[in-house]
């Protein structure tokens, strides 16, 4: 029954998974490298390095950014520094299913109408950095 539930949530995220699996190869043919650790493809270097500083809306870029259960990282020091925050955002996405994007990126403009910076008081990040300070770290 477990395992029927987890391939359910795989399932019902993997149209964002989707999304993130777009760098896999680009990444990798850019000398980035990618693993699965914790039942997530977790992806660095490269192209995504690249996008992650580059093409994002934060100033100065992103360290790591979470698509399904996909985790785009500058380099595997970004991916353990933020594996807890961006472990709450697989669980948002599993959570969501395909709805997360939008309600991402709705979340984003309600803190925008609100005057309020659109990252750092967009209700997902808010919960992510709550529950990541509360959860032990990842082996």
């Known amino acids: 029954m477990l395992r ?23 990444t990798l043919l850019t000398g980035g490298r990618a693993r699965v650790h914790s039942g997530v493809l977790e992806i660095h270097g490269g192209l995504t390095s690249f996008f ?10 992103a360290s790591a950014m979470t698509l399904g259960h996909v985790v785009l990282g500058r380099d595997q020091s970004s991916l353990d520094r933020t594996r807890p925050h961006e472990r709450i955002h697989v669980s948002q996405c599993e959570t969501w299913g395909p709805f997360f994007l939008p309600a991402y990126a709705i979340a984003s403009l309600i803190a925008l109408l609100r005057r309020q910076d659109p990252y750092l008081d967009n209700q997902f990040e808010r919960d992510a950095r709550n529950r990541a300070t509360n959860i032990p770290p990842l082996s």
Not at 4 to 10: A, E, T
Not at 52 to 61: D, E, I
């Open 4 to 26: 029927l539930l987890k391939l359910f949530f795989y399932a019902w995220s993997s149209p964002t998974s989707l999304l993130g699996l777009f760098f896999l190869h680009p």
């Open 52 to 61: 992650l500083t580059h093409c994002t809306l934060l100033p100065g870029g």
